[in-house]
Structures are given as structure tokens and as C-alpha cells.
């Protein structure tokens, strides 16, 4: 854990004044709450945007928490983030109805058009592309939430030009 403190690298929000700032008065209005763990991340997430992995160790030290047990809050829940996500987000629905229905084709021509995989984010910083678990539009299968609108029915030759539109 302290090693990770010790070289935390200069595009962290640790090292940024300001957002560490940001992060001090989070930890410091819930740290004596019931859960605290879990509701300090997830203001952090959507205040700051995303937890890195300093961040994790950061909490875990103010907390006074094993580092093990944030990081298990961090995977466990999707809609936590190691990393900054892009401009727009492209969420690919893996529950059983769109992954029989196709996903894996629909994040295939994606990869193709964007050359990133799930997890990542366009070096431009626009757009990351996500896995997510049924959104309840199974009847819709395969469908892709793209900035919290979701589209269903999608077939792998609608993807270019659904890219394309976020890109303009
Ligand atoms: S499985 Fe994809 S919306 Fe339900």
C-alpha cells in the first residue's frame, strides 16, 4: 500500500491540488458513517469520475481499511471505474438474451472501428467502450446503451454509423 502512495504518477487525481482537495473533504464527511467505504467510493466516482488504484490505496490508509477490501468494492460493483472514461460511453449488454442475440459481434465491429477493446478509451479521450450486465430490454436483444440511451436490435453494420454520430 505505501508503495503505491509513494509513486503516484502526475496525472492522478492525488496529484492534482485541487481534486485531492476534492477527495480529502469526501473522505473526511463520511468517514465515520456506517459503510463508509462504499459511500465514500461511490461520491468519489461520480464526483471525480473514476477510483485508480492510488485513489483505492488512499481510502483504504484514511479509512483505515485493508486495501483488499476496497479494491473487492471497486470490482464487485460495475459502475466503478479505475480509470477516466471518455467523452461518450458505449456499454455493450452481456446478459443471457444479447449475448445469445449477438453482442459479441456488435464489440467485435466495434474493436474494428475504434481499435480499442471494453475497458478502454480512445486515446482522443471521446469515447470508451463498457460491458454491462440486462438493462430489462431483453425483448430487444442485442442492445447497446450509448451515454444512457438505449438501442435495441442492433446488427454489427449499424455500428460504424452509431460511432460516427458520436463522433461528430
Ligand atoms: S439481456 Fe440484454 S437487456 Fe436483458
Known sequence: MVDILERIPDSDPLANAQQLKTIDRIIDEHKDTPGSTMVVLN??????????VPMQAYVAKRLQVPQKAVHGVISFYSFFTTQPTGKHVIKFCMGTACYVGGTEQLIDKAKQVLGIAPGETTPDGEISLEICRCVGACSQAPVIVIDDKVFGRVRPNKMPQLIKELQN
Not at 461520491?43 to 485508480?52: K, R
Open 43 to 52: 461520491e468519489m466516482q461520480s464526483v471525480i469520475g473514476f477510483i485508480s
